[in-house]
Nanobody, 124 residues
Framework: QVRLEESGGGLVQAGGSLSLSCAAS????????MGWFRQAPGKERESVAA????????SYADSVKGRFTISRDNAKNTVYLQMNSLKPEDTAVYYC?????????????????WGQGTQVTVSS
């Protein structure tokens, strides 16, 4: 059974940076597309970024392009989200997830294993 555990959330001022990690259990991590998603209070969960199994291809939501970078280390079974130039509207619970398809889509419907989330709060 695959399990995902996010870490690295916290409180940061606007303009600052934060790095999230997602550790995955299981032997098939290196063959899985992984993604990051977020849910702000009172809002629906939205896509953030996705990365192919090899790490060679990434996809981003328009709202984070140029500010966030998704990466992975298959030797460590970990996927990362580097967040720069943070804005108050980036405040949300951030989730990592594993896709059931082989291309790095940011469409949530294609993800079937989810972590518990980590809180990111950006103060103005």
């Amino acid at each position: 059974q695959v399990r995902l555990e996010e870490s690295g959330g916290g409180l940061v001022q606007a303009g600052g940076s934060l790095s999230l990690s997602c550790a995955a259990s299981g032997r098939t991590f290196s063959s899985a597309v992984m993604g990051w998603f977020r849910q702000a209070p009172g809002k629906e969960r939205e896509s953030v970024a996705a990365i192919s199994a090899s790490g060679s291809t990434t996809s981003y939501a328009d709202s984070v392009k140029g500010r966030f970078t998704i990466s992975r280390d298959n030797a460590k079974n970990t996927v990362y989200l580097q967040m720069n130039s943070l804005k108050p509207e980036d405040t949300a619970v951030y989730y990592c997830a594993r896709a059931r398809v082989l291309y790095p889509t940011i469409e949530q419907v294609f993800y079937n294993v989810w972590g518990q989330g980590t809180q990111v709060t950006v103060s103005s």
